[in-house]
């Protein structure tokens, strides 16, 4: 596609389940990020692919979270047994050059979770 | 003491004036910088990158940077209400496997018609 394409764009789920979210990031673009933007807040680096590894998983929040990056191109953030402070916005971005010092960032729109 | 530090405003200009909006970052090795700005509901969109010390002009938009002081700022000239929005500060930093963008909290702009 043109651009970064996330889903679901909105996710209602209940405390203690698991929830997927997919990015499918701009074709080409080798590195591809996580980050989580809660509501008036910035965003919080959660972490980045190179290719299919990620060197950098120091922004996970907690075991309860992982990532994954297949093919060098869709990639999935995992949540288990959520909670209510994991509520928030999860943007993906996508960079044709990341991992080295440059490297401009293409958002996706979100993927917005409600943990009830 | 934060990775990137913001002011988060809100910083409140009239329309026609200068806005400026400045970034501090502590990671000395980095050497890529970036303002994005975010209208509210939507996600950021890069408006500005700055690799080298000095000015860089585009439109109404001023990026300047100074590497010896680690401070970064974006000038917004001839303010517009088109303009108000969370503008977000963005530098790679230093991380395994080789460098990662890390974002200010952000500083929200209102410019008043």
């Known amino acids: 596609g043109a651009g970064v394409s996330q889903s679901p764009s909105n996710k209602v789920t209940e405390k203690g389940k698991d929830v997927e979210l997919r990015c499918d990031p701009i074709s080409g673009h080798t590195a591809l990020y996580w980050y989580r933007q809660s509501l008036g807040q910035g965003l919080e680096f959660l972490i980045y692919?190179?290719?299919?590894?990620?060197?950098?998983k120091s922004g996970l929040p907690s075991d309860r979270f992982s990532a994954e990056r297949t093919g060098g191109s869709v990639s999935t953030l995992t949540i288990q047994r959520t909670q209510q402070e994991d509520s928030a916005v999860y943007l993906c971005a996508s960079s044709l050059s990341g991992g080295t010092n440059t490297g401009e960032l293409f958002f996706g729109e979100g993927s917005r979770l409600t943990v009830l | 003491q934060k990775e990137v530090e913001q002011n988060s405003g809100p910083l409140s200009v009239p329309e026609g004036a200068i806005a400026s909006l400045n970034c501090t970052y502590s990671d000395r090795v980095s050497q890529s910088f970036f303002w994005y700005r975010q209208y509210s509901g939507k996600s950021p969109e890069l408006i500005m990158s700055?690799?080298?010390?000095g000015d860089k002009e585009d439109g109404r938009f001023t990026a300047q940077l100074n590497k010896a002081s680690q401070y970064v700022s974006l000038l917004i000239r001839d303010s517009q209400p088109s303009d108000s929005a969370t503008y977000l500060c963005a530098v790679n930093i230093l991380a395994t496997g080789g460098f990662k963008t890390i974002f200010g909290a952000g500083t929200r702009l209102f410019v008043k018609a």
């Open positions: 700055i690799y080298s010390n």
């Open positions: 692919f190179q290719g299919n590894s990620a060197p950098d």
